[in-house]
C-alpha cells in the first residue's frame, strides 16, 4: 500500500555575495550590461530560470538601494531558451544600476532548477562623484 505522497514544494534557493568596489570606489559606476554565465544542467523545469539582482551602494554602510538604481531597473532574469536547448545560459541581460559599492543575488523558486553561477562580467563605466 502507497502512502500519500505529498507534491515537491520549491525553496528559496539563494546566493548573495559580499559587497565589492566598482572601480575603486571613489567614483560613481554606473552598470549597464551583465554576462551572468550561468548554467542551468540537471535541471528538470521546462524553463528553468533565476533571477539576478544588484544591490547598490553610495557609500560603505549606506544600505542596499542608496541611491535607488537608474531607471529603477537593478535585476533581470537570466533564463534558458528552450527553443535552443544547446544554450546553456544568456548571452547578456541589460541593467541599469549606479553605486560606488554593489552586492550581487542569484535567486530561484521554482520546482525542478538547478543552476551553478561561474564568473559573471559586468560592464561598468565611471559615473561621477556624487
Known sequence: MMGNLTP????NAHITSSEFDL???DNFGFIRRVLPDMTFSGSTADSPSATMTFYPLKSP???YTTPASE???SSASVTRSVA?????FTDQINVRVRGRQMALKIESTSTGVQWQLGSPRVDVR????R
Not at 515537491?8 to 525553496?11: D, E, K, L, M, Q
Open 23 to 25: 572601480q575603486n570606489g
Open 84 to 88: 535552443a536547448p544547446v544554450e546553456a
Open 61 to 63: 554602510g549606506s544600505g
Open 8 to 11: 515537491p514544494v520549491a525553496i
Open 71 to 73: 531607471g529603477g531597473d
Open 126 to 129: 565611471p559615473d561621477g562623484r
